[in-house]
């Protein structure tokens, strides 16, 4: 397998370019595991199995890049296997651990084939909430291939020897995987641009402020749904809040129930999303899914352990 980072997948077999592909190696895992702690495990994991190769056996890998990732990626599929059982301990709704802007795992972009561009999602595009809550639905199998393929650009041939699939069984995963994306996108709805979506999520925030119920009514969906994860560590709602008016008078209370919090615009997962802080620290971090100017559905993570990138400091 080659790597994405160089043109001709070959590095030296030395510390410098080994360790340039963490970069690659924590975005590709944190697009297939959800979360960033997790995915550092990950990273931290396969450098530890390269070094303890001997110098031998790291010299006889072709393409050490393509090793990490190989190895990475299965480290990830294995995880993705177990997490059925570990979510079904986990309190209440589980969100993919939010990003915050400026985050170099976010960031660049790698080369690659640009066959069947239709089916291409960029990274950034890949990253936002909405996109990971469609990964998170999918069978491990199914997210390895797509995220390999449509995502980094990898060949079937490629993401076969990670899944351990024929590649034309590769092919039907990422196919399939792909449907759910589409699925879970309104068809008639135009996308709307960020600075519009900026807008909407501002207005919710100067509404959510005053306590507006009408207000906020105005700015959701009439099917719009609010998800909340505290892990079981804080309190927060274990069960989606669905409807307009119930969303709307739900965030409504808690403001009136939390007072003192301060609501910051920011950056979500590349997205407009909004920040809540108590006493100077991260409570709560809001990310938006915004069609025809109206908020669809809400995610806040408020579980204190995925909010650690977001500790002042």
């Known amino acids: 397998m080659t790597s994405p980072s160089e043109p001709d997948g070959r590095l030296d077999p030395d ?9 690659h190696l924590i975005n590709l895992a944190y697009r297939l595991l959800g979360s960033l702690a997790e995915a550092e495990d990950v990273v931290q994991e396969t450098y530890a199995r390269w070094y303890a190769m001997s110098p031998r056996q790291q010299e006889a890998i072709e393409s050490p890049g393509g090793w990490l990732t190989t190895v990475a990626s299965r480290i990830c599929l294995d995880l993705l296997r177990s997490a059925r059982a570990r979510r079904e301990r986990y309190v209440g709704e589980w969100i993919p651990e939010p990003l915050p802007d400026g985050t170099e795992w976010i960031s660049g972009r790698w080369g690659g084939a640009t ?5 291409r999602v960029t990274l950034d595009e890949s990253v936002g909430m909405a996109f990971l809550v469609v990964l998170d ?3 491990p199998a199914e997210r390895v291939a797509f995220v390999l393929h449509d995502v980094f650009r990898y060949t079937f041939a490629e993401v076969a ?22 699925a879970s996108q309104p068809s008639a709805a135009p996308a709307v641009p960020a600075a ?28 719009a749904t609010a ?10 709602a274990l069960r989606p809040v669905e409807g307009a008016e119930q969303v709307a008078r739900f965030f409504a209370e808690r403001a009136e129930a939390v007072p ?3 609501i910051l615009e920011s950056a979500v997962n590349g997205q407009p999303g909004l920040v809540a802080r ?3 620290v991260t409570a709560a971090v809001l990310a938006f899914d915004v069609a025809d100017d109206r908020i669809k559905r809400i995610w806040a993570v408020l579980n204190p352990d995925k909010l650690r990138p977001w500790t002042a400091g």
């Not at 919710?204 to 009439?222: H, M, N, R, S, Y």
């Not at 998800?227 to 079981?232: F, L």
């Open 227 to 236: 998800t909340g994860d505290g892990g079981g560590l804080v309190p927060a």
């Open 278 to 280: 108590l006493d100077g």
């Open 115 to 119: 066959a069947d561009p239709a089916d």
């Open 196 to 223: 519009q979506r900026a807008d909407v999520v501002r207005a919710f925030k100067q509404a959510w402020e005053a306590k507006d119920i009408d207000a906020l009514v105005g700015l959701l969906a009439p099917d």
């Open 260 to 262: 003192g919090v301060t």
């Open 15 to 23: 510390l410098s370019a080994i360790m340039s592909e963490r970069r």
């Open 161 to 182: 020897e990670i899944v351990g699939r024929t590649p034309a069984a590769c092919r039907r995963l990422a196919s399939s995987a792909r449907r759910r994306v589409r």
């Open 137 to 139: 639905s999918m069978t």
